[in-house]
């Protein structure tokens, strides 16, 4: 079951009060970064999204695959997914 704050939209572009978050994440070989809307979180599971983050397979497979799991799980909303993966 997912909690109240899932549905909550926190930031929008194009919205009125745009707060952008800025930082810097240093990714090690082998780790990744995942940025998706919900329309990948509301036809995929989070343990599918980890067992496919995990996978050795490249960022642009990893987005195919997780795209692809989305839309064969119903994909009633747009899908949009980024994956950056450390390399040594």
């Given amino acids: ?5 899932a549905e909550t939209l926190a930031s929008a572009i194009g ?11 240093d990714l090690e070989p082998g780790d990744s970064l995942m940025l998706c809307t919900d329309g990948l979180t509301k036809h995929v599971s989070n343990e599918r999204i980890e067992e496919v983050l995990g996978l050795p397979l490249g960022a642009r497979a990893m987005v195919e695959q997780l795209v692809g799991d989305a839309l064969d799980g119903g994909g009633t909303d747009n899908v949009s997914v980024i994956v950056a993966r450390g390399v040594a």
């Fill in 1 to 5: 079951m997912r909690s109240r704050t």
């Fill in 15 to 25: 919205g009125s009060e745009l707060a952008p978050n800025i930082g810097l994440i």
